[in-house]
């Protein structure tokens, strides 16, 4: 189970063992050497001349690299050995690799367009779409290869020959079995050599992302916690402007003169202003764990992001306000689509802050949430959990929830607070019901 991911330096873990320091090391150095060297490369290509010859350079495949290294080998011992064999093996090896790089030089007349039928799927539904090949020459264009860049890999056909403004179609699928943000493209034209020295690429369309939603069962707003009413939910904390009526106190300086009750001011014979208790708009808190220790495999990882993904779009359909907080920051959930993309694109980090250093953050920057819900995975011990769960505000209606695939579905009480434990997406759909509908 390799993380995608290493936590940055406000989420990084107080104390890391020497496994995971070594490993976080190693990536971010691996990072930081991979960042300067694509500097170096477009500081060069912008050079006049060198870019020209690296372009070159590029379109010769290792094949070709290898055939001009052992023919140029061979030609310096065939000329200083006095070794024709050697020598005419090598110039022929020379030649065929010049021959194929004269062969690429040009552009193709082709035009390619790509298109995807959606941009955003749920895992598990069809992805389509389509290469248009289309000649918008005068003359007829020979039979072409193009290939299409499928997140890391690629997949390639052959275009046939086109006349006069033919177009080709070539309709393909994405698979989706994995959630995850997936770039689909570019498009580009290949031209080489039968022999496979020389492989120049020419790009004609940009790369589109494609968004794999995670899965969601149904929930509606009462199983997430939220009381439906227009006033909000009341708390404890008073205020001198809102709906729910608290008390009557004598008037301070500063207090607004539209809160004085005049009837009371009256009869006491002393300014007396109004009191309310304030009220908060029905607001959720998600915590998702994404520390790689916390989950004991993919599966169980993607029923968490797939617990949060359910939670964050019955919430926000039902227009309430929904935070959703992880080691790789604050996610963006105005809206479910919004939502859905965000948490496409989470992955497990390594070297994270534990869930109770996260669970106290995310209390503070939402202090605000009236619902809060924590989500962690099976190598997370109960106790730790727990302690998470009492870093939130008294005043949240808070809910602990442990993905463990290996168990058997379990609601408890740790304290006050009610826990699920779901080996399935469905099972934590029924323990949320139970805690808190």
């Known amino acids: 189970m390799a993380p995608r991911s290493v936590a940055d330096k406000r989420h990084l873990r107080e104390r890391l063992d020497a496994v995971t320091r070594a490993r976080v090391g190693l990536a971010r150095a691996s990072a930081a050497v991979a960042s300067s060297w694509r500097h170096v490369i477009d500081a060069l290509r912008r050079v006049r001349g060198v870019g020209a010859l690296m372009r070159l350079g590029s379109s010769v495949t290792p094949l070709g690299w290898g055939t001009t290294l052992v023919g ?44 995807l039928a959606n941009t955003r799927v749920t895992v598990g539904e069809r992805a389509l779409g389509a290469l248009t090949v289309t000649n918008p020459t005068s003359r007829r264009l020979r039979a072409t290869k193009v290939e299409l860049c499928v997140g890391a890999g690629a997949n390639s056909f052959l275009c046939p020959p086109l006349g006069r403004g033919e177009s080709h179609e070539e309709v393909f699928a994405i698979a989706t079995t994995r959630r995850g943000i997936v770039a689909v493209g570019p498009a580009s034209t290949i031209r080489g ?61 500063g207090d607004d003169r539209r809160a004085i009750h005049w009837r009371s001011t009256a009869r006491i014979g002393k300014l007396m202003v109004r009191q309310f208790e304030e009220t908060r708009r029905s607001h959720l808190l998600i915590v998702l764990d994404l520390d790689t220790d916390a989950w004991a495999s993919d599966d169980e990882f993607e029923i968490g992001v797939s617990a949060a993904a359910s939670m964050a779009r019955a919430a926000l359909v039902d227009a309430k306000e929904v935070s959703v907080h992880t080691q790789a920051g604050h996610l963006k959930t105005p809206t479910p689509m919004h939502a859905m993309d965000s948490l496409s694109g989470v992955e497990r980090v390594l070297g994270a802050e534990r869930i109770s250093a996260l669970t106290q953050r995310a209390g503070t920057e939402a202090s605000q949430a009236s619902t809060a819900v924590v989500i962690s995975g099976s190598r997370t011990h109960l106790a730790d959990l727990h302690a998470a769960l009492t870093r939130l505000p ?30 399935t997406l469905d099972d934590f759909a029924i323990g949320m019901w139970k805690a808190l509908g």
């Open 394 to 423: 008294l005043d949240m209606v808070i809910t602990g929830v442990r993905i463990d695939t290996d168990s058997d579905f379990e609601l408890r009480t740790l304290g006050n607070t009610p826990v699920v434990v779901a080996p």
């Open 193 to 253: 050599d039968s022999l496979g020295l020389v492989r120049r690429v020419q790009t004609w369309s940009d790369a589109t992302e494609l968004y794999i939603h995670p899965r969601t069962v149904a929930m509606n707003a009462s199983t997430v916690g939220f009381i439906r009413d227009i006033e909000g939910a009341t708390t404890q904390d008073l205020s001198s402007a809102d709906v729910s009526f608290h008390a009557l106190r004598e008037y301070v300086p």
């Open 72 to 115: 140029a080998g061979a030609a310096l011992a065939g000329s200083l050995a006095s070794w024709v064999e050697a020598a005419v093996f090598g110039f022929t090896c020379l030649s065929l690799v010049a021959l194929s790089l004269l062969w690429s030089l040009g552009r193709a007349g082709h035009t390619v367009a790509l298109r």
